[in-house]
């Protein structure tokens, strides 16, 4: 990588957990498109989940108490079942094909948020559909939050509890996720070290968004998030077309 790649990975990192400290969600879906246009699909989608862990680690540990313990149980144990079958797709899909499945899944999500889609019933039926998309979503693309919060909105968890209960279900997935990555050698050196790297612009990042979501209400910057995504999955695919 030269040093404009590394630089640019790290402002996309750190964009990503500002977005992240603002909505609770988010840093994935920024995240994972972008990077794929400056590093490889498959590496990009490891180094969010060993970034990822960092961010849920201070989020859950901010509120865990707050968590629904119960229900981070059930799509935990969904995800579980979800993730070799994304991990089949990051191993037999070619750059070009994952950066159009990361752009495309990324702009489907962005579309049933923008419609408003909440399920009418939420039980454990929902759990464990949402934490197995997840799951999948967790292996192949990087960006398993959507189904999860679909499935937490349809409940009407309070937003503590829900952001609690996200950061706890995050972090458990992720650090299973780098396992399963570590597994079949793609867990490198250099994107640990990248990881660490962009530690302290995610500590400003959180620190900016946090102030941030303090001011800025949740509906407003849910469209602002919604338009940043459309733009990320249109410059992942764009990406994958002129590869």
Request: proline residues 4%.
């Amino acid at each position: 990588m030269s040093g404009v790649d590394v630089v640019a990975v790290l402002a996309i990192m750190g964009f990503g957990s500002f977005v992240y400290a603002v909505s609770g969600f988010g840093f994935a879906l920024v995240s994972a498109p972008l990077l794929a246009l400056v590093l490889a699909p498959s590496r990009a989608v490891v180094l969010v989940s060993l970034a990822s862990v960092a961010s849920n680690i201070r989020f859950g540990a901010l509120g865990f108490r707050d968590a629904d313990r119960a229900l981070v149980l059930r799509l935990v144990v969904a995800s579980l079942v979800g993730m070799p079958i994304g991990l089949v797709v990051i191993e037999h899909a070619s750059a070009r094909g994952l950066r159009l499945v990361i752009g495309i899944a990324v702009a489907a999500i962005a579309a049933v948020m923008a419609s408003g889609y909440r399920p009418r019933r939420a039980g454990m039926g929902t759990d464990v559909v949402a934490g197995f998309v997840s799951g999948v979503l967790n292996t192949s693309t990087g960006t398993n939050g959507p189904p999860l919060v679909i499935g937490l909105h349809a409940r009407g968890i309070p937003p503590t509890r829900f952001r609690s209960t996200l950061a706890a279900v995050f972090f458990v997935t992720n650090v299973v996720a780098i396992a399963l990555f570590a597994t079949r050698g793609r867990v490198l050196g250099r994107d640990v070290a990248l990881a660490v790297a962009v530690l302290p612009l995610q500590l400003a990042a959180w620190a900016i968004g946090s102030a941030v979501h303090r001011r800025l209400s949740a509906e407003r910057f849910e469209k602002v998030t919604i338009v940043l995504l459309f733009a990320s999955a249109l410059a992942a695919i764009v990406g994958a077309l002129r590869a």
